[in-house]
């Protein structure tokens, strides 16, 4: 008698820490920023100047692109005409640094110590987290060969930056810019140009160039991270997996090329996927969204969560 043996591949979303109680929205970073740095938390407003005040915070990582070029300008421009050249992009990179590192910091204070466990997880499944917390290894005693930390796991390399970025592309971004030329423009003939600099134009070019390579250097590039991980990604392909679970995952735009990888593994083809979600518009979004980039024949069994965080199937089950 032949016995099936059913392999599960699980694919991890910040929904699953956030149903371990753990503080790690972008409104909890938020939060960090203004009680532990407050200078670095005003200083990243103005970058990102909005009338609403937590727009940033609410989609951080899609919002990182929406840099208010014209009013960094206008507010910075008369301290920016008393240094050299190299001081200016000094202070772009300072930038880089607070969006980077400042996130990485945060990370690194969160602590899993109290959340305790919420599913019934094996430990001879594998697993694919875009989480940075250890809570599969620590909680559920993951060997840790069976998990891709595929924004890397800063509790376990605390030198490894975590991988975090908007998705344009950099033509989108080069086109971004280009539309403040004009405004910025107007604002460097009303304020005139450092003395290093040849003219008007140059100065303006040197501006938006500048912009241009912060944005560029706050890309996420999911193709690094897939190499990154090759080695893992063939060992999947290795095996054969009945189900395939995307828990506490929103499918953002972003994070579509990883997703293309996944539905393209060989070791999927016949799996059975679900796909969890937190109420009926979220169900909608996320049914049509994984019809949308998965290009499969099989459609999703959808998987609510429910008041206690578990996973039960939807009443109105498409699977």
């Known amino acids: 008698m032949t016995i099936s043996i059913k392999m599960k591949l699980y694919i991890i979303g910040n929904g699953f820490d956030r149903a371990h109680q753990l503080p790690t929205s972008y409104s909890d970073f938020a939060r960090y920023l203004n009680e532990s740095q407050p200078e670095a938390y005003q200083r990243i407003g103005l970058l990102y100047n909005h009338s609403d005040e937590n727009w ?3 989609d951080y990582e899609a919002n990182l692109s929406n840099i208010d070029i014209d009013g960094c300008v206008e507010k910075r421009i008369d301290n920016w005409n008393t240094l050299s050249r190299h001081e200016i992009e000094n202070l772009f990179d300072t930038l880089y640094h607070d969006l980077q590192q400042l996130f990485h910091e945060w990370i690194n204070t969160i602590s899993i110590d109290g959340c305790v466990e919420l599913l019934d997880l094996s430990p001879n499944d594998y697993y694919i987290t875009f989480n940075y917390t250890n809570v599969l290894e ?19 390399q605390p030198y490894l930056r975590p991988v975090i970025g908007h998705g344009e592309s950099y033509k989108q971004i080069e086109t971004r810019v280009l539309l403040h030329q004009e405004k910025v423009t107007e604002i ?38 897939i190499d990154y991980n090759t080695d893992y990604f063939t060992m999947l392909n290795g095996l054969k997996f009945t189900e395939v679970y995307i828990w506490g995952h929103s499918l953002a735009d972003v994070d579509i090329p990883y997703f293309e990888k996944f539905f393209s593994l060989d070791s999927v083809k016949f799996a059975k996927w679900f796909v969890s979600y937190h109420g009926a518009k979220e169900r909608d979004r996320l049914y049509l969204k994984f019809f949308r980039i998965s290009r499969l024949k099989k459609l999703p069994c959808m998987m ?10 939807s009443a109105g089950n498409r699977g």
């Open 56 to 58: 940033l915070w609410k």
């Open 138 to 156: 620590r909680k559920y005693h993951i060997p840790r060969g069976h998990i891709c930390y595929i924004h890397n796991d800063t509790s376990n």
């Open 188 to 225: 460097v003939n009303r304020h005139g140009q450092p003395e290093w600099c040849e003219s008007e134009n140059a100065y303006v070019e040197f501006i938006l160039k500048c912009f241009q390579e912060l944005i560029g250097s706050l890309k996420k590039i999911p193709s690094n991270n």
């Open 304 to 313: 609510e969560l429910g008041r206690r965080q578990t996973l039960r199937k």
